[in-house]
């Protein structure tokens, strides 16, 4: 049995970068635009008051590309992933996104658990679609994802 674990997730803020970098880097995440991407908001799961999970949210008008979920290796496997989603979209819709995005080359299954389909990249905003993610970011092998958030 897995012992309870004191955790938290908060909204991330720029003193997190160094971490959130070092655990994107141990998920072969990208991370070349994390300081530049001008209305990326992150949350930052917190085990014993140590930063060992983040999730992002890059904001297109009504649309958000969610992007750079990864957990610390040794805390997987145990739901964090799955909570830091939930709070992502709660925000989310509490500010208005109506519809979120993501790719995904390993994590697909993860995320159809969680209510998201897969759909053709052209089904995408124009502006999203100008995303570093999609633009050069990720391979065009990744998997689109979308999910509808509703009131």
């Known amino acids: 049995m897995i012992p309870s674990l004191k955790s938290d997730i908060r909204r991330g803020e720029s003193a997190d970068l160094p971490a959130v970098v070092e655990l994107l880097k141990g998920a072969g995440l ?89 759909i053709d990249r052209d089904y995408v905003s124009k502006e999203l679609a100008q995303s570093a993610e999609f633009r050069f970011l990720c391979p065009a092998s990744a998997v689109c994802m979308s999910k509808a958030l509703h009131s």
Request: glycine content about 8%; proline content about 3%.
């Open 30 to 118: 990208p991370t070349a635009d994390l300081t530049s991407a001008v209305r990326l908001q992150m949350w930052v799961l917190d085990v014993r008051d140590s930063p060992q999970g983040v999730v992002a949210l890059e904001r297109f008008g009504s649309e958000g590309l969610l992007r750079s979920l990864a957990i610390a290796r040794k805390y997987r496997q145990r739901g964090f992933g799955r909570e830091l989603v939930l709070r992502l979209e709660h925000d989310a819709q509490a500010d208005g996104v109506e519809q979120l995005v993501l790719l995904t080359e390993t994590a697909q299954p993860f995320f159809r658990a969680l209510g998201y389909d897969v």
